[in-house]
């Protein structure tokens, strides 16, 4: 297997973390679902920094965030599958 672009941990996640440097919108990106040693392919549809999350299925706003398998958060805008999720359009639910 090449190395994988992206790294999602669990099945029932809804965004996966990028792991390589410099990932460009257009890039096809390999992704490796931990939990089950699976891979798919995803288009990135923004420039996206290593570390930050990238939806993997169109999320509407004021969707429930799914990362390591958990509620990490809340979209505060739609998001596109393949598009940046970070602060700018998701937050926490604690405040």
Same mark, same amino acid.
């Given at each position: 297997?090449?190395? /994988? +672009?992206?790294?999602? +941990? ?33 288009? $990135? =549809? ?13 999320? /509407?706003?004021? $969707? ?10 809340? =979209?505060? $805008? ?11 359009? $998701? ?5």
């Amino acid at each position: 297997m090449s190395h /994988p +672009h992206c790294l999602i +941990h669990s099945p029932k996640d809804n965004c996966g973390v990028v792991v390589v440097e410099g990932l460009t919108a257009g890039t096809d990106m390999l992704c490796l679902i931990t939990e089950t040693d699976t891979t798919f392919r995803l288009t $990135a =549809t923004m420039d996206i920094p290593i570390g930050h999350k990238v939806a993997l299925t169109d999320i /509407p706003a004021q $969707a429930t965030v799914w990362k390591y398998g958990e509620d990490v958060g809340i =979209t505060k $805008a739609a998001i596109g599958k393949g598009e940046h999720l970070h602060v700018h359009n $998701a937050k926490t639910k604690r405040w």
